[in-house]
């Protein structure tokens, strides 16, 4: 499945039909494997609960099923007789009238699965610059989670009152904020974070409410959970939580009324999940941006020679030369001349393959000793004598 082309969601609804364990969680533990899956703090790095073979998918593409699923879970538990897509795609439709300008243009369509990729597309944010690729919209994202509620309350009530999602992503913002502020020394992480949080909202008011006023807004043990887990990633900015911040979370779940066991899972989760997990996330991580181009130039090409293996791997064996030097490019360095040969004949390859286009273009080739990296890997284990078997 390719979240990134059209028609994935009806081959991610095919793929899923027959997974009984992922629609016989119980509903504390779909929320702890969307958790898990990094989709609660905005950084997704798994698909939920493994539902499916998820290598070589982006970030935003993890962003994007998991969101998906997470509707797909509630519609199902929901009991409605509704289908699904036309039941998402009028939950949109019932909230277009508040903050949601993305959206425009899209809505007013026949409602299709293709009509929900776009707006799961463009409800999922991410920074577009492809040299940093950083997820710096991840709390965008990791307000996700508010769809998912708001869908869950307009399966219940057949419909969406506008003050539910203002007051859940007030006291998001608030509680999260105070976590932020009440920081004795912030670092650049932590100011960053805060303007994240001030700037990534749908729903602004002029003035935030105070803690009192938060606490009081939340009213299902979901939002309770949701909005700590909110709060100990706020926490977690500078890779410590220390005893005061600590202090606040406890306090912070008590005033949400969750037990003791409950607090120190979330505690514990989001250590866990960062310290695992850090060298994953682009804004946990201190890389220059030749590194972060290297490193997310590198996550492209893999995707796109992934892909592309069989008939990539098929016009390599019509090219002798090439093959001889992809080859001996494994066990020793190639010389200039041969650089430039295997450069010259890989163009020509990638013009018979368009989704290879981009190393068409100008700047392109620069990208190519990470293509000989990665094509081995796509060559019969007799031609690679340095292979080791796993």
């Avoid at 409602?111 to 707006?119: D, N, P, R, T």
């Avoid at 890989?346 to 368009?354: A, E, N, Q, V």
Wanted: glycine residues 2%; aromatic residues 10%.
């Amino acid at each position: 499945m390719n979240p990134s082309a059209s028609g994935w969601i009806n081959k991610l609804l095919i793929d899923v039909s027959k997974n009984d364990v992922l629609f016989n969680l119980k509903k504390d533990w779909f929320y702890k494997s969307l958790r898990d899956s990094g989709f609660i703090y905005g950084s997704n790095l798994t698909v939920v609960e493994h539902a499916f073979n998820h290598k070589n998918l982006t970030e935003d593409e993890l962003c994007k099923t998991n969101l998906c699923l997470a509707f797909l879970y509630t519609h199902k538990k929901s009991g409605s007789k509704v289908d699904f897509v036309d039941s998402v795609i009028g939950f949109y439709s019932a909230i277009k009238e508040l903050k949601s300008s993305f959206f425009q243009n899209l809505l007013g369509e026949k409602k299709s699965s293709e009509q929900l990729e776009k707006i799961i597309n463009r409800r999922v944010q991410i920074d577009a610059n492809v040299l940093t690729k950083n997820f710096n919209y991840f709390i965008i994202n990791a307000l996700l989670y508010i769809d998912v509620l708001a869908y869950q309350t307009y399966l219940l009530e057949n419909g969406i009152s506008i003050s539910y999602l203002k007051n859940l992503e007030a006291a998001i913002t608030s509680i999260s904020l105070e976590v932020l502020n009440a920081k004795t020394t912030k670092n650049k992480y932590d100011e960053s974070l805060i303007k994240l949080f001030e700037s990534s909202l749908r729903y602004q008011n002029n003035q935030l409410i105070d803690y009192a006023q938060a606490i009081a807004m939340v009213k299902t043990s979901k939002e309770a959970y949701y909005i700590l887990d909110i709060a100990c990633m706020a926490s977690w900015t500078d890779a410590i939580i220390d005893d005061k911040e600590y202090q606040f979370l406890v306090k912070l779940g008590r005033d949400l009324k969750l037990n003791n066991e409950r607090i120190a899972q979330s505690i514990k989760t989001v250590n866990t999940f960062y310290t695992t997990n850090k060298d994953n996330i682009a804004l946990l991580s201190s890389k220059n941006i030749v590194h972060s181009f290297y490193n997310n130039s590198s996550k492209m090409v893999h995707k796109l020679i992934t892909r592309n293996s069989k008939r990539l791997y098929r016009e390599l064996k019509d090219s002798k030369e090439l093959m001889i030097l992809l080859t001996q490019s494994t066990i020793r360095d190639l010389t200039k001349e041969e650089q430039k040969k295997v450069q010259d004949q890989l163009l020509d390859i990638f013009k018979s393959i368009p989704s290879l286009a981009i190393f068409l273009l100008p700047g392109g080739a620069i990208l190519l000793p990470l293509v000989i990296k990665f094509i081995p890997k796509l060559l019969p284990s007799a031609f690679d004598e340095n292979r080791i078997k796993k």
